[in-house]
């Protein structure tokens, strides 16, 4: 396969290239890339045309520590605005919390949910997912993922998901699914949702490997 420097990366994604540098203002260093992002020049163009943005995600930071939302909460505490919202989160003591980490890799994502995917129940959603992605590998982000990727924009100002909100595919102790959004001034929210729950702006941002 071809693939991209990350310099012809940023050139195709601009801005919307969140590197290990972003989210270093917040958890430290993280481990370093490859120094080439294994996508087809012309399939990343289209992507960034239409509304993706490149990430590298890490599961731990350069000195080991698991990039967990604990850790995310714990890292952005003093600041709402790029943080999640409430002093003390429902979520930060449980084990999706604290064990749920990204995959490591560069990966695309969906910047807003896909529109056919909004107003679906979860299982309606997946439908409406597997159809557009067709023979390429999308998938819901985990919702540690949705975090890190929100929070990396954040770290330079861009507020991801500020009227819209991803269900991930994590699922919460109570049987349902975390949702993550609402990204205002008073923070990023975290919501367990049930499967049958739909409205027009809950939907899916999903992730494809590069």
């Known amino acids: 396969m071809a693939s991209l420097s990350l310099a012809e990366a940023r ?14 203002r917040v958890l430290g260093d993280l481990p370093a890339p490859p120094d080439s992002v294994a996508i087809e020049p012309e399939f990343a163009t289209r992507l960034a045309r239409e ?43 449980l084990p999706f919390a604290t064990e749920e980490t990204p995959e490591t890799g560069w990966a695309v994502f969906a910047l807003a ?37 929100c929070l990396a924009a954040a770290a330079t100002g861009e507020r991801l998901l500020e009227h819209a909100w991803d269900w991930s595919g994590t699922p919460s102790t109570d049987g349902g699914l975390l949702t993550l959004g609402g990204f205002g001034a008073s923070g990023l929210e975290v919501i367990a949702y049930s499967r049958a729950v739909k409205h027009d702006a809950l939907g899916i941002c999903p992730t494809l490997p590069a």
């Open 11 to 24: 050139q195709v994604f601009g801005a919307r290239l969140l590197g290990p540098d972003r989210l270093a």
């Open 51 to 93: 509304g993706c943005g490149l990430v590298w995600r890490a599961a731990t930071t350069a000195d080991g520590r698991p990039v967990t939302l604990a850790r995310l909460h714990e890292a952005t505490a003093g600041d709402r605005s790029r943080g999640f919202k409430g002093d003390e989160p429902w979520f930060v003591d």
């Open 113 to 149: 949910p896909w529109p056919e995917t909004l107003n679906r129940t979860f299982g309606a959603g997946d439908a409406a997912l597997r159809q557009r992605a067709g023979a390429h590998l999308w998938r819901r982000r985990r919702a540690v993922e949705i975090a890190f990727d």
